[in-house]
C-alpha cells in the first residue's frame, strides 16, 4: 500500500504503462519508509527554478524530438512551459550540438519578441544516452495549437499582429545580431497568453558568413520545405550581401502556412486564394527568386497588412514612456474607439496591465480611465474583482485630484464589484 500511495501522488512523472522492478533499498536509504523512498526517488529531476507537472507533447514539426511540458515555477508558482529534449544513440554529435545552440541563443538574444527565457540545463560531457536539454520560458503554446482555436482566416487583427511579432524578432536578429535564424517555419513560432506571437526554434541560429556552421552543414535539420532555392542549390554566398534573405523566403512560407496549413511543395507558394489581400503584395516580395530583390525587416514592417488597430496599439503602447501629457492623452481617447476589434486575451493580458500602471504611476490622467473601464466590461465580474478593481482601489490613493475626480464620473461602471468591506 506504501508503493502505491507513492506512486498515486506523483502520476504526472509516470508513463501510462509503467514496469516496477522492486529491488533492495540502498543501505543508505534503510532508515527511510517504502513510501518515503519511493517517492523521493520519483521527486528527482532536473535542477530548474520550475517543476515539471506533465509528460510532454512531441512538437509536430520538429527535425529534434522537442516536447513541451507544463511547469510552474518554485518561487511563486506561475505557469511557466519547459520544452526538453532527451539525447539518444541513434542521435548525431551535430544534433547534441543544434540542441545545445537552442538553450545558448535563447539564453543570449533578448527581445520582446523571442521566446522569453527564464532557465536552462544542459548535460556535461561526455553526453549519454538519456541525458537531456531543458529550457524553461514563460508560459506559451504552439502555433498549431493556437490556429486550430484562433483560425487566422476569421481573425485579421490578431493574425497581422502575430506575423508582425515575428517580423519584429527577425529584424532584430538579421539586422541588429547579425544572425541568421535558418529555421523559421510553424514549429519554431510559439504563441504567449496574451496572444503576442514569439521566436523560437533557435538550433542553426548562426553567422550567415560562418562556412562550418550548424545551418550549412546540418541539412537535415533544416525545414527543406521553407528553405529558398539557392540553399538547394548550396549558394551560400548571397547570405554575404543580402544577410536577411533566407529568412525573408522562410517569412513567406510561413505566411502561407499561417494561412494555408503545412506546404505540401513548393509549387503552392503560387496560390495566394486563401491569403488576405493586403498581404499578397508583401508576400510576393518575401518570395522575390533573386535574394537581393527580398525585402529586409525594415521594408517587411511597412506592409499594410500591418495597418491594424492591434498593431497601432501595441506600437503606441511600447512608446508609452516618451509620451507627453497631451500626446497619451491624445493616445487613450483614440485607443478606446478601436479596442472593440481587439481579442479578449491580448486586452487581458497585456493591454489592461499598461492601462493600470498608466493611470497608476505613469501620468496616464484621466483619459487612461475610459479604456480601461471599457475593458473591464468585457471580463467575467470575478475577473473584474481580481484584476481592475484592486487597482482602481489604488487609483484612489492618488495624489491627482483629476485623477480621482475621473473615477468618481465613472463610478457607475464598477461600483458593483465594490464591497462594502472595501468602501468602508
Request: aromatic share 8%; glycine share 6%; charged share 25%.
Amino acid at each position: 500500500p506504501s508503493i502505491r500511495d507513492a506512486v498515486a501522488s506523483h502520476p504526472q512523472l509516470l508513463p501510462r504503462h509503467t514496469l516496477f522492478v522492486f529491488v533492495e533499498r540502498p543501505s543508505c536509504c534503510r532508515h527511510l519508509s517504502a513510501m518515503q523512498w519511493l517517492s523521493s526517488a520519483l521527486s528527482k529531476g532536473p535542477d530548474l527554478k520550475a517543476s515539471v507537472l506533465d509528460a510532454g507533447t512531441e512538437i509536430k514539426g520538429c527535425k529534434l524530438a522537442w516536447k513541451l511540458h507544463e511547469g510552474k515555477k518554485k518561487d511563486d508558482g506561475t505557469s511557466v512551459s519547459i520544452f526538453s529534449w532527451e539525447y539518444t544513440s541513434s542521435n548525431s554529435d551535430d544534433d547534441l550540438a543544434a540542441a545545445r545552440n537552442a538553450l545558448r541563443r535563447l539564453k543570449t538574444l533578448r527581445h520582446p519578441h523571442v521566446l522569453q527565457f527564464i532557465d536552462g540545463t544542459e548535460p556535461a560531457d561526455p553526453v549519454k544516452p538519456g541525458a537531456k536539454i531543458w529550457i524553461v520560458t514563460e508560459h506559451v503554446q504552439v502555433l498549431d495549437t493556437y490556429l486550430s482555436k484562433e483560425p487566422a482566416s476569421t481573425n485579421r487583427e490578431a493574425t497581422s499582429w502575430g506575423l508582425c511579432c515575428v517580423a519584429r524578432a527577425l529584424k532584430f536578429l538579421n539586422d541588429d545580431c547579425k544572425l541568421v535564424h535558418g529555421n523559421l517555419c510553424r514549429s519554431s513560432v510559439v504563441v504567449s497568453d496574451s496572444g503576442d506571437w514569439k521566436l523560437g526554434g533557435f538550433e542553426l541560429v548562426a553567422d550567415g558568413s560562418d562556412p562550418s556552421s550548424l545551418l550549412r552543414r546540418c541539412a537535415h535539420l533544416r525545414a527543406a520545405r521553407v528553405m529558398p532555392p539557392e540553399v538547394a542549390k548550396g549558394q551560400w554566398q548571397y547570405l554575404a550581401d543580402a544577410n536577411h534573405s533566407l529568412d525573408t523566403w522562410s517569412f513567406g512560407c510561413l505566411i502561407h502556412e499561417v494561412y494555408n496549413g503545412m506546404l505540401a511543395r513548393p509549387e503552392d507558394l503560387k496560390d495566394t486564394t486563401c491569403l488576405p489581400k493586403e498581404v499578397v503584395p508583401l508576400y510576393q516580395l518575401t518570395l522575390k527568386g533573386n535574394p537581393a530583390q527580398r525585402p529586409n525587416g525594415d521594408k517587411v514592417l511597412t506592409s499594410a497588412f500591418f495597418d491594424t488597430a492591434m498593431v497601432w496599439i501595441n506600437k503606441e503602447l511600447a512608446g508609452l514612456a516618451l509620451k507627453s501629457a497631451e500626446q497619451k492623452e491624445e493616445f487613450f481617447v483614440a485607443m478606446t474607439e478601436k479596442i472593440d476589434s481587439l481579442p479578449d486575451l491580448h486586452l487581458r493580458y497585456k493591454v489592461l496591465p499598461e492601462l493600470l500602471k498608466a493611470v497608476e504611476f505613469g501620468g496616464g490622467g484621466t483619459a487612461a480611465i475610459a479604456p480601461m473601464l471599457k475593458l473591464g466590461q468585457r471580463m467575467s465580474a470575478e475577473d473584474f474583482g481580481k484584476e481592475v478593481v484592486p487597482g482602481v482601489v489604488r487609483c484612489f490613493g492618488s495624489q491627482d485630484r483629476a485623477t480621482r475626480i475621473g473615477l468618481l464620473q465613472n463610478l457607475h461602471t464598477f461600483a458593483d464589484h465594490l464591497s462594502p468591506a472595501l468602501v468602508e
